[in-house]
Every structure is written in C-alpha cells, then in structure tokens.
C-alpha cells in the first residue's frame, strides 16, 4: 500500500496563493495528478503528471513534484477556487492506484 | 464532445450483487483504458479497479478482489463493475473515469457524474 499524506485544510485570502501538499515516499519518483472536487460534483482534473494543466484549466494552477511531496500550488485565489483537492498517484510496482485523503480548500 | 454516462445505481439488500454500466460517446471508445473510483457519502476518493483498452489488463484493489470484476464491451462503447457480496460499507458514488491511454497510465481526462449505490436493507 502507498500512502498520500495531504493536509485535512488549507484557508487563504482572495488574491492570495495557496499551497496544498501531499506527501508520499519518494513520490518525485512518480506521476501525481490532482482532481478538484466542488460539493455535488463529480471530481475535475486540474494537473496531470505532476504539472501538466489540461486545457481549459488557468494558468493560475501549477504542479510541481519533488523527493517526498508533491505540490499544487494556486495563484491569485479566487472565491470560485473553493473546493476539496485530491492528489492521486498510480503505483506501477503495486498495479494499483491511491488517492490522497483530500485537502478542502477554503477562501477566506 | 466526451461524455460518460454511468447507470445501474440503486438501493440493494447486503450480500446481494449490482451492474454497474458506463457508456461512452463522442470519442474513439476502444481506443482508450477506463477505471472505477467510488466515493463514500462525506468522504475521500477510493481507486477501484481499470481495465485496458481490449481487456487485456485488469487491476482490482486488493481490498475488492474476488467481489469487484470490471470488464468492457467496446462494440457498445460501453465499461461495467460487476460488484458481488456486496455490504454497507460499499455504499457510495462510483465514478468511470476515462485514462489517458490505451493501457493503463493512472492519468486520466474525463469522469462521468457517477452512480449511486446504496447498501441497505
């Protein structure tokens, strides 16, 4: 089993930049995704492989991945922002796949 | 565009089994691997089971092997969970999400808006 660790929330002003990490052993050695989830919807995938933003997603979210911790990182926060934030990873040793336990993000 | 369309949710008695089906449209469907995410009521998300493009891999969490068996049909455009013995910690909404590959990468692109599945007697 691989564990993601991810802190349960994160609270950051309007226009400020938020951070959400997560933590797994050697995951830099792996390929993080990262999902927002707004209550009563279905999860929306915001970086892939570390820091690849699909399209349509803002140039304000970024990802970054290195040694133990990953890491989303938004920028100039918007109301709109406010959501649950998973990190997701593919264990190819293992076959398997393994979430984070969520982030919630709240704008102050 | 993509769509995925998730069916076969419901209220079913513990120890007894469910279809879960995912239709997709708007894409090259055999083209693509598939997994199942499900989510219990007010919790995190759980990785299922995926399924390569022609069903030559199949992964299932350990947890899950045994009562969960994914499978696809790609002359319907179509994905199922085939869930057995099943009790009230099953209770959740189980996502199809599409991956960004013909085999199985973890990245993945769309998901569908879910299926309930209520375990209750």
């Known amino acids: 089993s691989y564990v993601l660790t991810q802190p349960p929330s994160e609270s950051v002003a309007p226009g400020q930049t938020a951070r959400i990490t997560c933590g797994g052993n050697?995951?830099?050695?792996?390929?993080v995704n990262w999902f927002q989830q707004k209550p009563g919807q279905a999860p929306v995938v915001v970086i892939n492989?570390?820091?690849d933003r699909p399209s349509g997603i803002p140039e304000r979210f970024s990802g970054s991945n290195s040694g133990n911790t990953a890491t989303l990182t938004i920028s100039n926060i918007e109301a709109g922002d406010e959501a649950d934030y998973y990190c997701?990873?593919?264990?190819?040793?293992?076959?398997?796949?393994?979430f984070g336990g969520g982030t919630k993000l709240t704008v102050l | 565009q993509v769509h995925l369309v998730e069916s076969g949710g419901g209220v079913v008695q513990p120890g007894r089994s469910l279809r879960l089906s995912c239709t997709g449209s708007?894409?090259?469907?055999?083209?693509?691997?598939f997994h199942w995410v499900r989510q219990a009521p007010g919790k995190g998300l759980q990785w299922v089971s995926a399924l390569s493009f022609n069903g030559g891999n199949r992964f299932t969490e350990d947890s899950l092997k045994g009562r969960f068996t994914i499978s696809r049909d790609n002359a319907n455009n179509s994905i199922y969970l085939h869930m057995s013995s099943l009790a009230p910690d099953d209770t959740a909404v189980y996502y199809c999400?599409?991956?960004?590959?013909?085999?199985?990468?973890?990245?993945?692109?769309?998901w569908g808006q879910g299926a309930l599945v209520t375990v209750s007697s």
């Open positions: 999400v599409r991956d960004l590959g013909r085999f199985v990468s973890g990245s993945s692109d769309y």
């Open positions: 492989d570390d820091s």
């Open positions: 708007g894409f090259n469907f055999e083209n693509f691997a």
């Open positions: 050697n995951i830099g050695r792996k390929s």
């Open positions: 997701q990873v593919w264990d190819s040793s293992s076959d398997r796949g393994f």
